[in-house]
């Protein structure tokens, strides 16, 4: 037994049956879970019922960012604030001012995904307690876990075992936070 | 291949015309295991360094050791020790920095082009081809950053304040192209090292599981404490599709913004608008060139027939017939728009191209480019590794002869012949060029021996057990058919 338990993790051989046994999890009402896997498995979102990230909506940020600081990046410094004229070219024109703001809006777009991912994931984490459990390295291998934590109102130590051990899952134990 | 419909009860009307179950190509030859797919990549950077690694990897310092030193020589003395005399004032400085550019583009159409597409066939080659980006990158960014002369004023190119209070000239494709290529290079390494995160936590896992915390450690920083939760691969697959997303423009406007340097001008063989197409196709057709010179023999001295297949082989010699008769189109309506266009100047520099001093140089690039891929309409030619090999190193060399071809030919023999020249190379400049295939060696040896050479998640992804329906409606089917 646990001194701070976390929660309850089980293990899963196939993505098949990980998959079966998260619709269940989910249909039992828990909230606070996870399942651990080597890979994103695919339809597993919508068996978990996670809905669709929201990564895209800080990306689209970052790309708008992006490209007004071009623009006005090229406006203020070859318009307003030191004019030279080159070739009798106009001293700002959205045409020429487009390529670089255009590159702009992805390099921003990129560190906006990027970073929206991170924040959104709370990562770096490098001390979860899901790290701690003793098999856990074959989850970026070749095994499947649901973590189901003490947090989730229906936890129960009994009833939640039973319910993963129902599903399929081998080697319910209990995570020390 | 287990025939679904076999088993169902069809429709009478339709029993005539059942339509043909063609079986997907296998991704991962031999149905290995998900455990061998991470004992295999992983082991490679675990493994002790093998003695070949340590040959190459000297071979490769020495032959860098040459662009160290042509490039000290140049900041020690001038600008004036390349070959450049007006009227060629560009010359291999440029033509290497659009062949080093052009070569990293393959990396950015398999991981973001090949991933919108939906090919799943991308897995085995694209965190390799990645990687060859962004080292080609590097060895790109020489020449131009040394060519400006006062390198220690290489700063001057990014708008940072400076006390003559002047700003960059946004007027210019030059300045453009800073952009390009900067944003280039940092998109790509961001995207190379996201895609890895999930795998540098597989390695910090098993370095863990063998208690060596030293490099655990080192390989779990830069995986930020990934454990693989589904919530957090929610999040993840959906970034990655972004930057895929919007790699895709970017990989296409690089290049386009690269052709403008030569197509904003007016000379005569540059100022035509074919260029931005053409260029990237011809980037992409040297890129696939340089993926199988690099992956090819990876695969013999790694064993990887399983995961890098004869299937995934085929694709990318077909990418390069595809894109390599593009450019021999590009080529031919060059020519038929110099004439179509009836001016004499663009006239000229088209037949000087091909019968005037520089006709060698013409001569090796049509036949790399436009004869060397009709090769790979054969089954039995792409079925040849050794052939493959060979026939990607003539891709390699044709490109670059082809940056040659337009750069130099164009420059030489322009409008008024009194102000014609012939540019020929110093030995400084050949030795910089030569030593930064030594650069992109040790990059890419160093690459090898310590980063999950393929993308292990993502393999795993693709494996037929990967599917959570597999074997569950029809036992012992693939469930992907």
Same mark, same amino acid.
């Given at each position: 037994m646990a001194e701070k338990p976390y929660g309850l993790i089980a293990t899963f051989d196939t993505p098949g049956a990980l998959m079966r046994a998260a619709e269940k999890v989910r249909e039992a009402g828990y909230m606070k879970w996870d399942c651990i896997t080597p890979f994103p498995v695919h339809g597993l979102d919508k068996a978990m019922g996670v809905r669709r990230s929201k990564v895209p909506r800080i990306s689209l940020i970052g790309g708008i960012t992006g490209f007004c600081t071009g623009m006005s990046m090229i406006w203020f410094m070859d318009k307003f604030d030191y004019p030279i004229t080159v070739?009798?070219?106009?001293?700002?024109s959205p045409l020429f001012a487009f390529p670089v703001s255009y590159e702009l809006t992805i390099l921003f777009t990129a560190f906006a995904t990027i970073g929206g991912m991170f924040l959104l994931n709370g990562l770096p984490m490098h001390d979860h307690p899901v790290l701690n459990y003793e098999n856990i390295r074959r989850g970026t291998d070749d095994l499947f876990f649901i973590v189901i934590e003490k947090a989730d109102p229906r936890y129960d130590l009994a009833n939640t075992k039973a319910l993963l051990e129902k599903l399929g899952g081998t080697e319910v134990k209990e995570l020390e936070s | 291949m287990a025939n679904a419909l076999e088993n169902n009860d069809v429709p009478a009307v339709l029993d005539e015309v059942r339509p043909a179950v063609k079986p997907r190509a296998e991704l991962v030859g031999h149905g290995r295991s998900f455990s061998w797919i991470t004992e295999k990549i992983c082991g490679i950077a675990e493994e002790k360094t093998p003695v070949w690694w340590w040959w190459c990897f000297i071979t490769a310092c020495i032959v860098a050791s040459f662009t160290v030193a042509g490039i000290t020589y140049l900041v020690a003395?001038? $600008?004036? $020790?390349?070959?450049?005399r007006s009227p060629v004032n560009w010359a291999w400085d440029i033509v290497n920095f659009v062949f080093w550019i052009g070569i990293g583009h393959a990396g950015t159409l398999i991981s973001a082009i090949l991933c919108l597409l939906r090919q799943k066939w991308r897995t085995s080659i694209n965190r390799s081809a990645e990687a060859m980006t962004i080292f080609a990158v590097v060895c790109a960014g020489i020449f131009p950053v040394f060519h400006i002369g006062r390198v220690w004023y290489a700063w001057f190119l990014f708008p940072l304040p400076n006390s003559n209070y002047i700003w960059q000239n946004y007027r210019s494709p030059l300045e453009w192209d800073v952009f390009a290529v900067s944003t280039y290079g940092t998109v790509s390494v961001l995207f190379w090292y996201v895609g890895m995160i999930p795998d540098l936590a597989t390695m910090r896992d098993r370095f863990n599981a063998v208690g060596k915390t030293i490099r655990a450690r080192i390989y779990g920083l830069f995986a930020m404490?990934?454990?693989?939760?589904s919530r957090h691969w929610s999040n993840y697959e959906m970034a990655y599709l972004i930057l895929a997303g919007i790699s895709t423009p970017l990989v296409l406007s690089v290049h386009t913004i690269v052709s403008f340097d030569f197509a904003v001008s007016l000379l005569p063989g540059w100022?035509?608008? %074919?260029f931005p197409p053409y260029f990237v196709a011809g980037a992409i057709f040297s890129g696939f060139g340089m993926v199988l010179t690099l992956i090819l023999p990876l695969r013999a001295i790694y064993h990887l027939e399983d995961l890098i297949t004869q299937y995934h082989i085929d694709c990318m010699c077909k990418v390069i017939l595809a894109t390599g008769t593009m450019v021999g189109y590009a080529y031919a309506m060059e020519f038929f728009i110099a004439w179509y266009g009836a001016n004499p100047y663009e006239g000229f520099t088209f037949i000087n191209r091909a019968f005037g001093p520089y006709w060698w140089a013409y001569f090796i690039m049509v036949t790399c480019? $436009? %004869?060397?891929?009709?090769?790979?309409?054969f089954k039995s030619v792409r079925a040849n590794t050794a052939l493959v090999f060979i026939l990607s190193l003539f891709v390699n060399v044709g490109m670059w002869f082809e940056r040659f071809v337009i750069i130099a030919t164009s420059l030489a023999r322009d409008f008024l012949p009194s102000s014609w020249g012939y540019y020929s190379p110093s030995i400084v400049e050949i030795f910089t060029f030569f030593g930064t295939f030594g650069v992109f060696s040790v990059l890419f040896l160093l690459f090898i021996r310590f980063l999950p050479i393929m993308a292990v998640a993502e393999l795993k992804a693709v494996t037929p057990q990967a599917d959570p329906h597999a074997g569950h409606e029809t036992p012992g089917g693939h469930g992907h058919g």
């Open positions: 070739g009798g070219k106009p001293f700002f | 003395t001038g $600008v004036g $020790v390349w070959g450049h404490g990934w454990r693989g939760s100022h035509t608008t %074919i480019n $436009v %004869i060397t891929p009709q090769f790979f309409w």
